[in-house]
Each structure stands twice: as structure tokens, then as C-alpha cells.
């Protein structure tokens, strides 16, 4: 989103963008923030099956996805 801030004061338009304060982490499946250990172990538990490590929308965890956090392993968001 972007948003248009007239300062009169000084003549002259700001614009600024923003996000409405969310991010897209990839990987960081348990929200704290980063791509780590304990995302990763989320997904090993979940593999084979479809509930917790999806992380590429084809309605089942596996390799694609582990090699996802793997890819995304480190980054903080």
C-alpha cells in the first residue's frame, strides 16, 4: 500500500510504503520470527502428511518443502 502525505508546510508531497505492518517469512512456520531449527522440525513432524509444513500450497509436506526452509534457514523476518 502506498499512502500520500501532504506537508503543507513546506510545499512539497511524501509518499510512503508500507505493508500494514505484516511480512511474509518464508519458513518461519511457528511465528517467531525467523526460519530456524524449530521450523524445520515442524516440518519433519508434518512430513507425509498435509497439516503443519506445507509451505508450497501442494496440499502435502515433503522434500519441496523441507529444501523450502532450508533455502529460507537463517533469515530473520
Not at 511480512?23 to 517467531?32: F, K, Q, R, Y
Amino acid at each position: 500500500m502506498i499512502i500520500a502525505v501532504d506537508n503543507s508546510q513546506f510545499g512539497f508531497l511524501k509518499i510512503a510504503s508500507f505493508t500494514d505492518g505484516v511480512e511474509d517469512c518464508v519458513g518461519d512456520l511457528n511465528g517467531d520470527g525467523a526460519s530456524d531449527v524449530d521450523d524445520l522440525l515442524l516440518t519433519i513432524g508434518a512430513f507425509g502428511t498435509g497439516a503443519g509444513g506445507d509451505l508450497d500450497g501442494d496440499g502435502e509436506t515433503d522434500v519441496s518443502d523441507i529444501l523450502a526452509i532450508l533455502a529460507a534457514f537463517g533469515q530473520d523476518c
